[in-house]
């Protein structure tokens, strides 16, 4: 009987290290799927991230073109402008000396 009674607690033990060994193998397993779930959850954020960056990056580059575009027509105009300016000079002084050159040619 004794004898008995100390294998059945050799056997409880057996039994309640398997059941120890199992649980921490499950841990371990729990653990590796969290830490692959949190690498997969951080690629799809940096993934996220990058896109989000790159999409302020091409509305940037749009804002800068569109900017630049306003800039290069407001310039334009000013040429223009000033071209038309300096035309408008350039007729008045030939008729000037036009009208010098005709007035002398008649003494």
Do not use: C, P, Y
């Amino acid at each position: 009987m004794a004898v008995t009674l100390i294998d059945e607690i050799r056997a409880a033990e057996k039994t309640a290290e398997e059941i120890r060994e199992a649980a921490v193998d499950e841990a371990r397993e729990i653990a590796k799927r969290a830490q692959a779930a949190l690498a997969e959850w951080e690629r799809a954020e940096a993934g996220k991230t990058r896109e989000a960056v790159a999409q302020r990056l091409r509305e940037g580059q749009k804002r800068a073109e569109s900017e630049a575009h306003a800039i290069e027509a407001r310039r334009s105009a000013e040429r223009q402008a000033l071209k038309q300016v300096a035309q408008g000079r350039v007729s008045r002084a030939a008729q000037s000396i036009f009208e010098r050159i005709a007035g002398h040619g008649n003494r």
